[in-house]
């Protein structure tokens, strides 16, 4: 056993160091866990060669792992994961509208979208007033159907 704590800030070094290089294998999939605690462990390791102070290099590392659990593995995750939003034409799909043009199965009328007026066919006759719910779009058309009380 005193044989081991002798050699403790080495093992950090090097248990650090292999897990840095499986995130480099693993690749983003572990979220930089990996990469972060094996640095957190090499840097412990160190400070104990650095000081002969093995506690120090416990206390250490224990605090920064804390630390980065509590507060940094949040911050990190926000910034590598994406968020995919619906922008332009995609938002239309689901939204609630207004005839301003008669809208028949054999010809397209016409809707308003918040401000936005937009080409509209549906498959049942449609009146000027009637609400709508965009379903679909084909080409420069939405594709709606009216809404049921």
Aim: aromatic share 4%; glycine share 10%.
């Amino acid at each position: 056993m005193e044989n081991l704590i002798g050699i403790l800030p080495e093992i950090f070094i090097v248990v650090g160091l292999l897990m840095v290089l499986a995130e480099l294998i693993l690749g983003i999939q572990t979220g930089f866990d990996l990469l972060l605690i094996g640095s957190i462990m090499v840097i412990s390791g160190f400070v104990g060669i650095l000081t002969g102070s093995e506690l120090l290099m416990l206390m250490l590392a224990i605090g920064l792992s804390v630390v980065y659990i509590a507060i940094g593995r949040k911050k990190i995750r926000q910034k590598i994961t994406t968020v995919t939003k619906k922008t332009n034409i995609d938002r239309l799909v689901g939204a609630y509208g207004i005839v301003v043009k008669d809208i028949n199965p054999d010809s397209a009328g016409i809707i308003r979208v918040d401000d936005e007026q937009w080409r509209a066919a549906a498959e049942e006759v449609l009146y000027t007033g009637d609400p709508v719910v965009i379903e679909a779009i084909e080409g420069v058309t939405v594709i709606v159907r009216k809404l049921t009380k």
